[in-house]
């Protein structure tokens, strides 16, 4: 098993700027070693979940319309935490983050957005944007 762990969700303004970061731990031999997507969903009260970003180990990464220009997903390799650069926020970027990853599969264009892509998943962590 991979567990997942967000963090760096908090507070910001409207035009502000927060980091996400996504840790694996635990079973993490077959996850270092075989390639792997990885994902940012975020999911607003009364909301459906929603995929935002995606990067694999090739080094193909996607963005959400709703977040390009705004949202960087970074990882330097599996090792390393993803992280989620979300820069000039605004009050419907509101949500809990979640961090999601895939082993043995690159990401599409087609199913990265779709949460029944992803086997692990972390815990969520908050961002809230006030005007």
């Known amino acids: 098993q991979v567990q997942l762990v967000e963090r760096g969700g908090g507070s910001a303004q409207a035009g502000g700027s927060l980091r996400l970061s996504c840790e694996a731990s635990?079973?993490?031999?077959?996850?270092?070693?075989?390639?792997?997507?990885m994902a940012w969903f975020r999911q607003a009260p009364g909301k459906e979940r929603e995929g935002v970003a995606a990067?694999?180990?090739?080094?193909?990464?996607y963005l959400a319309d709703s977040v390009k220009g705004r949202f960087t997903i970074s990882q330097d390799n599996a090792k390393n935490p993803l992280y989620l650069q979300m820069n000039n926020l605004k009050p419907e970027d509101t949500a809990m983050y979640y961090c999601a990853a895939e082993v043995r599969s690159f990401c599409f264009r087609e199913t990265y957005a779709k949460a029944e892509t992803f086997t692990y998943w972390g815990q969520g962590t908050q961002a809230t944007v006030s005007s």
């Open positions: 635990g079973d993490t031999y077959n996850y270092y070693s075989d390639y792997y997507c």
């Open positions: 990067i694999d180990s090739y080094g193909s990464s």
